[in-house]
């Protein structure tokens, strides 16, 4: 009897602990759907590397949960948000990774109407039941407005707030394969950041859907 208590005891102290990790407040922690869906441009294409070295291909094979890489080289925000619905929102998304906002600064699209467009996508998303990841694509004192933007969006939807995924990147030759997109060692250091913000979220997911079976 004491054997079984100890076994319960043990059992509620992992499952608290996986559910402890995932410290703010998620917005559709429940989420019912299926897939991680990589949302984004360039980054998330993958350009720069070889078929499958992309960093939604690199996360597929840290994850137990199938990923689709919905990204368009060159897309901006304006774009990505006109194909949300059948990119995004058609493929029964248990996750959305949002990605974009580099393309909009390279084209001089206005920092507010970049703003309205992530945000419109994170509103979308979650009124589909989905959780939403935004992706801080930040490095330099450029885009440090941006930083600020990606992170205000998140803390006022609920989203999960990935930082400065291009940190230490962006700088470095050895992980890049032009002036500005990583090479396959970037991509899976990416891959790797993202896979660490997620992984509570997706734990606690899990454990949520086991409850109720």
Partial sequence: MRKINLISYLIIIVI????????????????????????????????????????????????????????????????????????VLDRDPLLVIIEFGGNDFLRKISYEETAKNIEEMVKLIHAHGAMVAIVDISATFILDKYHQMFLDIAKRNQAIFIPGILKGIIANPDLKSDFIHPNAQGYSLIAQRIYRAILPYLNKNTLLRESKR
């Fill in 16 to 87: 608290i602990s996986l559910i402890g990790c995932a410290k703010k407040e998620i917005k559709n922690i429940d989420s019912k759907g299926k897939n991680i869906i990589c949302f984004g441009n360039s980054l998330t294409v993958g350009y720069g590397a070889q078929p499958g070295q992309d960093y939604p291909s690199l996360l597929a094979k840290l994850i137990s949960f199938p990923v689709i890489n919905a990204g368009i080289d060159g897309d901006t925000s304006i774009e990505g948000l006109r194909r949300i619905k059948t990119d």
